[in-house]
């Protein structure tokens, strides 16, 4: 059996597809969820939330639906909804990896660098090109302390994506840090040079040109 929205190849005996969440079984649950969706899509929050409520009452082990009014709660602000609803998507479908890195996304958000880091690790298990979770996971850690892995993930972000330009000023932000004042002055001249205007980095360089 194939899923119909992203072409995974499920078992037949599988509810829910794993690469994506979609529930397989029934052609209505879908429906329905688009339904849920056109509120939300035009600012009617409560409206959708609402009808994503009913329907994860009515099929609570449907992943995406979960998925779904996670995010509605996100974009509420009701963080800890959001998690519980994400946790419950990745728990039925755990290679669903726009949830786990949503979930990493809400953590972070919720101030709980260990569990973002986690969610975003394991989104990079999934897939491991996913470049936003690489340059998550980085920002997760720098926040944490991690800079020597911080850096690492925002290299992999700035190879895998070289338009990712601020990665660059984060680099140049942990190279200062760690003490590479040539390596923290090329970064961030080249995040001004290749179009970032990122205005800090003109501070930064100020303050190594004054250290020197």
């Known amino acids: 059996m194939r899923c119909s929205r992203c072409g995974h190849e499920a078992a037949e005996t599988d509810k829910f597809c794993a690469e994506c969440g979609m529930f397989l079984r029934d052609a209505f649950i879908d429906q329905r969820l688009l339904h849920a969706l056109v509120p939300e899509t035009g ?7 609402r009808e994503l409520e009913r ?35 990745l728990d039925l479908a755990p290679e ?3 949830c ?3 979930l990493g996304v809400a953590n972070y958000h919720r101030g709980n660098m260990s569990k973002a880091i986690a969610a975003y690790r394991r989104c990079l298990e999934i897939d491991p090109h996913y ?4 340059y998550r996971l980085a920002i997760a850690l720098f926040h944490a302390g991690e800079l020597e892995q911080a850096l690492d993930h ?9 338009e990712y330009l601020m990665a660059r000023y984060h680099i140049g932000v942990i190279h200062e840090r760690l003490g590479d ?6 970064e961030f001249q ?8 990122e205005k800090s980095s003109l501070y930064h360089l100020e303050q190594i040109r004054s250290l020197r």
Do not use: M, W
Not at 79 to 88: P, Q, S, T, V
Not at 131 to 134: E, F, I, P, Q
């Open 96 to 98: 669903f990896v726009l």
């Open 100 to 102: 786990s890195y949503d």
């Open 181 to 186: 004042l040539d390596a923290a002055q090329r």
């Open 55 to 89: 329907l994860v009452e009515s099929d609570p082990d449907n992943a995406l639906a979960n998925h779904l009014l996670g995010s509605v709660y996100f974009h509420q602000g009701t963080l800890d909804l959001a998690i519980e609803r994400y946790e419950k998507a």
């Open 190 to 197: 080249r995040s001004l040079d290749e179009g970032v205007g």
């Open 131 to 134: 470049n936003a979770a690489h």
């Open 154 to 162: 925002f290299e992999q972000c700035t190879a895998l994506t070289p």
């Open 43 to 49: 600012g009617k929050h409560r409206e959708a939330r």
